[in-house]
C-alpha cells in the first residue's frame, strides 16, 4: 500500500501526457490591426495536432535554410506575411530568372548579412532574397498541408467604427466569437480538446483580451458549454522563437489581401497574393455541418467575415 501514491501518480502522469498528445493547439495571430493599410482585420491561424507539432517545426526549420542558407532571427529578423509578400519581394524575384538553390542560398546570405552592416547590395542579391521569400511562404503551405493543418479565420472591415460602450470594451466582439465557435466545433467532430496559443504582443492588450476570453467562457452560457472542449486560458508565446505562430501570421496575411468571400467581403485585393494562394487557403480552411437551433444542418467554413463585430446577430 505504501506505493499506492506514486503508482497513482505515474498513471495521472501517462493519461495528462495522452490528453496532450490527442490535443489540438490553434496558434493565431493578427492582420491589420494598426488601421494603416489593410482593407481587413483578421484574427486567426492554424490548428495542428499535437503529434505534428514537433514535425512541423523541424519542417519549418529545414525550410528556412534551404530557402536562405541561414535562420531569419540569426540575422534580425523573422518569417512575417508582410516581409515575406511585400510588393517589393515580388518586383525583386521578377528582376532577374530563377536562381538554382545553392545561388539563392548563397546571394540571400549575403543580402542579410550586408543589410545589418549597412554594406550596398548588389542586384542578385536583391534578386535572390525575394525569390527566397516566396519560396519560403509557398513552402509554409506545402508544410500545412502535409502536416494536416487546419485554418481559421475571422475578417472585419479594417475602419469599422467601435462604439464607446462598456460592452465594446470588455467583450468579446461578434467576429472573435465566430472564431472560436468554429474552432469548436471542430474539436466536437475530432472529439478531442484544444489550447490556443497566441503571438505575445502589448502585455496590457493581451491581458484586456484574456479578460474578455474569461468573461465569455465564464459567464455565457455558450462560453461555458464550449470550455468541454476549449481550454479556456490561452498560452502566449513570442512569435520569433515559435514557428507555427510564424506560419499562421502569413496565412492571415494572405486572407487579408487575397481570399474573399462572396457578397460583402470586397476589399482592396493584391491579385498576385490571390491567384497563388487562395486555392491553398480554400484547401486548409475547416468545413463542416452543425445543426441550428432550426433544426436544419448548415454548411459553415473556417474563414468568416463579419461586416459589423458590435451588432447584435
Given at each position: 500500500?505504501a506505493?499506492r501514491g506514486?503508482?497513482r501518480a505515474?498513471?495521472e502522469?501517462?493519461?495528462a501526457g495522452?490528453?496532450?498528445?490527442?490535443?489540438?493547439?490553434?496558434f493565431?495571430?493578427?492582420?491589420?490591426?494598426?488601421r494603416?493599410?489593410?482593407?481587413f482585420e483578421?484574427?486567426?491561424g492554424?490548428?495542428?495536432?499535437?503529434?505534428?507539432?514537433?514535425?512541423?517545426v523541424?519542417?519549418m526549420?529545414r525550410l528556412?535554410?534551404?530557402?536562405?542558407?541561414?535562420?531569419l532571427?540569426r540575422h534580425?529578423?523573422?518569417?512575417?506575411?508582410?516581409?515575406l509578400?511585400?510588393?517589393d519581394r515580388y518586383?525583386?524575384a521578377?528582376q532577374?530568372?530563377p536562381?538554382?538553390?545553392?545561388a539563392?542560398?548563397?546571394?540571400?546570405?549575403?543580402?542579410?548579412?550586408?543589410?545589418?552592416?549597412?554594406?550596398?547590395?548588389?542586384?542578385?542579391?536583391?534578386?535572390?532574397y525575394?525569390?527566397?521569400?516566396?519560396?519560403?511562404?509557398?513552402?509554409?503551405f506545402?508544410?500545412l498541408r502535409?502536416?494536416?493543418?487546419?485554418?481559421?479565420?475571422?475578417?472585419?472591415?479594417?475602419?469599422v467604427?467601435?462604439?464607446?460602450?462598456?460592452?465594446?470594451?470588455?467583450?468579446l466582439?461578434?467576429?472573435?466569437?465566430?472564431?472560436?465557435?468554429?474552432f469548436?466545433?471542430?474539436?466536437?467532430?475530432?472529439?478531442?480538446?484544444g489550447l490556443?496559443?497566441?503571438?505575445?504582443?502589448n502585455?496590457?492588450d493581451?491581458r484586456?483580451?484574456?479578460?474578455?476570453l474569461?468573461r465569455y467562457?465564464?459567464?455565457t452560457?455558450?462560453?461555458?458549454?464550449?470550455t468541454?472542449?476549449?481550454?479556456?486560458s490561452?498560452?502566449?508565446?513570442?512569435?520569433?522563437?515559435?514557428?507555427?505562430?510564424?506560419?499562421?501570421?502569413?496565412?492571415?496575411y494572405c486572407v487579408?489581401?487575397?481570399f474573399?468571400i462572396?457578397?460583402g467581403m470586397?476589399?482592396?485585393?493584391?491579385?498576385e497574393i490571390?491567384?497563388?494562394?487562395?486555392?491553398w487557403?480554400?484547401?486548409?480552411?475547416?468545413r463542416g455541418?452543425v445543426?441550428?437551433r432550426d433544426g436544419?444542418?448548415h454548411?459553415?467554413?473556417?474563414v468568416?467575415y463579419?461586416?459589423?463585430?458590435?451588432v447584435n446577430?
Open positions: 500500500m506505493d506514486p503508482v505515474q498513471a502522469d501517462r493519461r495522452a490528453e496532450l498528445r490527442m490535443s489540438y493547439l490553434l493565431l495571430d493578427e492582420s491589420g490591426h494598426d494603416r493599410n489593410c482593407p483578421v484574427r486567426g492554424v490548428a495542428l495536432h499535437a503529434d505534428q507539432l514537433w514535425p512541423f523541424q519542417g526549420k528556412e535554410e534551404s530557402c536562405y542558407g541561414t535562420q532571427h534580425g529578423t523573422e518569417i512575417k506575411g508582410h516581409k509578400l511585400d510588393k518586383r525583386w521578377e532577374g530568372p536562381l538554382d538553390d545553392e539563392r542560398r548563397k546571394h540571400s546570405l549575403a543580402f542579410l548579412n550586408k543589410s545589418r552592416q549597412g554594406q550596398e547590395l548588389s542586384r542578385i542579391e536583391f534578386t535572390a525575394g525569390q527566397a521569400s516566396l519560396a519560403m511562404a509557398r513552402g509554409i506545402t508544410l502535409g502536416h494536416r493543418a487546419t485554418l481559421f479565420a475571422a475578417a472585419i472591415p479594417a475602419r467604427q467601435v462604439p464607446g460602450t462598456f460592452e465594446a470594451a470588455e467583450f466582439r461578434k467576429d472573435q466569437v465566430f472564431l472560436l465557435e468554429r469548436f466545433y471542430f474539436l466536437e467532430r475530432e472529439n478531442v480538446p490556443l496559443v497566441m503571438d505575445e504582443t502585455k496590457n493581451d484586456l483580451f484574456v479578460r474578455k474569461e467562457f465564464l459567464r452560457e455558450t462560453g461555458r458549454h464550449r468541454a472542449r476549449i481550454v479556456p490561452p498560452f502566449f508565446v513570442s512569435s520569433d522563437m515559435a514557428y507555427p505562430i510564424q506560419a499562421a501570421d502569413v496565412c492571415i487579408n489581401w487575397g474573399r462572396p457578397h470586397n476589399g482592396e485585393t493584391r491579385e490571390r491567384s497563388e494562394f487562395e486555392p487557403m480554400n484547401d486548409l480552411q475547416y455541418d445543426r441550428g436544419q444542418a454548411h459553415i467554413h473556417g468568416v463579419v461586416p459589423d463585430p458590435y446577430r
